[in-house]
């Protein structure tokens, strides 16, 4: 399956009382290479498993794969992933005919802010909303593979 989504970062808290829904997500990497990434995640009461590939060349597409697991086994996982677990609130804000995902990062990340819209191509037009600030679609160090790696609280020093 592929994905295809746009990537921006938030310029205001204002995204929160647009908000439809809010899931904690705690989330690791068994493997972040640049080809392959597989990802174990909770996200509110589920929990996943996820394998996504190299990005297009644009950024804005890559494969994506994704099976539900059991908590239970998600939490065994991320014992076992990469340095650097990622802790976020994933707001949900409908816009139109697209949901926007606002991730608010935790921990080391603590201040990052990124909306991502899914897209059913690379050419789709979408409504912007108003704390919708600079496009980072492609830009590898806003990948939560990456944040695990490099936390965008070292990125100041």
Same mark, same amino acid.
């Not at 989330?27 to 909770?42: E, I, K």
């Not at 802790?87 to 990052?112: M, P, W």
């Given at each position: 399956?592929?994905?295809?989504?746009?990537?921006?970062?938030?310029?205001?808290?204002?995204?929160?009382?647009?908000?439809?829904?809010?899931?904690?997500?705690?989330?690791?990497?068994?493997?972040?290479?640049?080809?392959?990434?597989?990802?174990?995640?909770?996200?509110?009461?589920?929990?996943?498993?996820? /394998?996504?590939?190299? @990005?297009?060349?644009?950024?804005?597409?890559?494969? !994506? *794969?994704?099976?539900?697991?059991? &908590?239970? =086994?998600?939490?065994?996982?991320?014992?076992?992933?990469?340095?650097?677990?990622?802790?976020?609130?994933?707001?949900?804000?409908?816009?139109?005919?697209?949901?926007?995902?606002?991730?608010?990062?935790?921990?080391?990340?603590?201040?990052?802010?990124?909306?991502? /819209?899914?897209?059913? @191509?690379?050419?789709?037009?979408?409504?912007?909303? !108003? *704390?919708?600030?600079?496009?980072? &679609?492609? =830009?590898?160090?806003?990948?939560?593979?990456?944040?695990?790696?490099?936390?965008?609280?070292?990125?100041?020093?």
């Amino acid at each position: 399956m592929m994905e295809i989504e746009r990537k921006f970062l938030v310029t205001s808290d204002d995204f929160k009382f647009e908000a439809e829904e809010k899931l904690r997500i705690k989330q690791g990497y068994l493997n972040s290479h640049p080809d392959r990434a597989v990802r174990v995640r909770t996200k509110g009461a589920k929990a996943f498993i996820t /394998v996504k590939g190299r @990005s297009s060349e644009s950024g804005l597409s890559r494969f !994506e *794969w994704e099976k539900e697991i059991s &908590t239970e =086994d998600a939490e065994e996982l991320l014992k076992l992933c990469e340095p650097g677990i990622i802790d976020k609130a994933r707001y949900l804000i409908k816009l139109g005919q697209h949901t926007f995902e606002v991730d608010e990062f935790y921990g080391s990340n603590k201040g990052l802010i990124v909306a991502e /819209v899914e897209l059913s @191509s690379e050419t789709e037009e979408f409504e912007k909303p !108003e *704390w919708l600030g600079k496009e980072v &679609t492609g =830009d590898n160090k806003y990948y939560n593979a990456q944040l695990c790696k490099e936390p965008y609280q070292n990125w100041k020093k």
